[in-house]
């Protein structure tokens, strides 16, 4: 029995035709032998919609309650897929989270996945049923519903393939693949054929909205290949692979852009041992992601600290900073919200020398200024101003020769 997991997002099943079509290409599987687990999303912009409706109510939800609303969502799309697939002459089974033991901690809205019991879909599967899961969804030992963060669907796919011990794990969008770039900023952007674990991982991070993260780390962890391709067509994707198993070899595999973040600087800090522990402690207990540090160098014992985070944490972000500011007697803040992040990402500048400068020179031509910098293993990001964004994304891109 060669088991398929196929994962569809919200634009896949947007709508009741596009759902007939989910059905049909399910079926086209299973008419050739495979056994089908599939995995469903939200129809359309749904989680997003709920989000508003509970914010017409309150603009601090409970977090269990705020689960209870979202993970209805999915509930829709995997029943309508089974009755789609049903109309098609095949047995399905539709499963909530819970259903299929997708057990996971207590951490309401974002959720992590503790266990699968992959017991009631082998049975099913055994019985020559299409099993569908709704995604983005599980349960705790209590029995409360909990979510696994937005776009986690992707989650339920990667793990329930681990579960199962799929043979194939598709995820269905509504773009080809993996682009060099997005192809709405860079016409010329091309789809690759592979990419790494790790590549992946860092275009997700640094703002490739493609596939939700963490899903990317499990596949990684258990070595799960993965192949991101449209639900509008039956074109090849993307595949994402360990290292050892790309064929190409590319120095840069991408250039990504995230417009989601802000800036705050801690101006006239204290330059003594410990400030900067406190600082970030306080941050991260709420739980804030601080991305970018920078700190200048220290004049008269006073130096500048900046850090980004992501835009929608500003306000909290921006009270702790202050509170903090007052405690350490550090001079002020500085709220910067116009900023862009340009990254590069390939596994290849591991092993050639000046990529980062090449990346430099392709702003400095277009006399764009950089403002922050940061480097990983596998990418460099630069801070510039918003306003040059897309500009910056097309020099570099085409500095690279990423283009068709
Ligand atoms: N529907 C959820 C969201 O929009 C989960 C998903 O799409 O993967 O985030
Ligand atoms: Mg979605």
Redesign the pocket.
């Known amino acids: 029995m060669k088991i398929m997991v196929q994962k569809f997002?919200?634009s896949s099943v947007a709508n009741p035709e596009r759902i007939k079509l989910v059905a049909e290409r399910v079926v086209s599987y299973r008419k050739k032998g495979w056994s089908m687990v599939v995995v469903v999303?939200?129809l359309g912009d749904?989680?997003?919609e709920l989000i508003a409706l509970a914010g017409q109510i309150t603009d601090d939800p409970p977090a269990r309650e705020m689960d209870m609303l979202?993970s209805t969502?999915?509930q829709i799309s995997v029943a309508l897929l089974a009755m789609a697939i049903a109309e098609l002459g095949y047995r399905a089974i539709s499963f909530t989270g819970a259903q299929v033991g997708i057990k996971t901690d207590k951490t309401h809205t974002k959720a992590k996945i503790i266990d699968i019991d992959a017991n009631r879909i082998k049975n099913e599967l055994g019985g020559g049923k299409v099993v569908i899961v709704a995604?983005?969804q599980g349960v705790t030992e209590d029995q409360d519903i909990t979510t696994l963060g937005?776009?986690?669907?992707?989650l339920t796919a990667v793990a329930l393939a681990k579960a199962v011990s799929a043979d194939a794990c598709e995820i269905y969008t509504d773009v080809e693949g993996i682009y060099t770039t997005d192809p709405r900023i860079v016409t010329e952007a091309r789809k690759l054929k592979a990419i790494t674990y790790d590549e992946m991982l860092e275009m997700a991070s640094l703002g490739a909205q493609v596939m939700?993260a963490r899903s990317i780390e499990v596949a990684k962890k258990f070595d799960i290949p993965l192949h991101v391709r449209s639900s509008f067509n039956y074109n090849d994707g993307t595949l994402i692979l360990k290292e050892a198993d790309i064929m190409e070899d590319f120095v840069i595999s991408g250039v990504t852009l995230n417009k989601n973040e802000a800036k705050i600087t801690v101006c006239d800090v204290p330059d003594m041992p410990g400030i900067a522990a406190k600082i970030f402690k306080e941050v991260s207990k709420s739980g804030i992601n601080v991305d970018t540090i920078v700190q200048n160098v220290s004049r008269k014992g006073y130096t500048d600290l900046s850090f980004t985070i992501p835009l929608g944490d500003l306000a909290k972000a921006k009270s702790l900073t202050e509170k903090i500011t007052k405690f350490i007697k550090a001079g002020g803040i500085l709220v910067d919200k116009d900023i862009a992040r340009v990254s590069i990402v390939g596994v290849g500048m591991k092993t050639h020398p000046g990529v980062a400068a090449k990346m430099f020179e392709a702003l400095a031509q277009k006399s764009i200024n950089i403002s922050m910098i940061t480097t990983s293993e596998i990418s460099i990001s630069c801070i510039i101003n918003k306003k040059n964004a897309e500009k910056a994304v097309r020099a570099v891109h085409a500095k690279f020769g990423l283009g068709k």
């Not at 937005?150 to 992707?154: F, I, K, L, V």
Request: net charge negative; proline share 0%; glycine share 34%.
């Open positions: 997002g919200g999303s939200a749904t989680t997003d979202l969502g999915e995604g983005f937005r776009g986690g669907s992707d939700q």
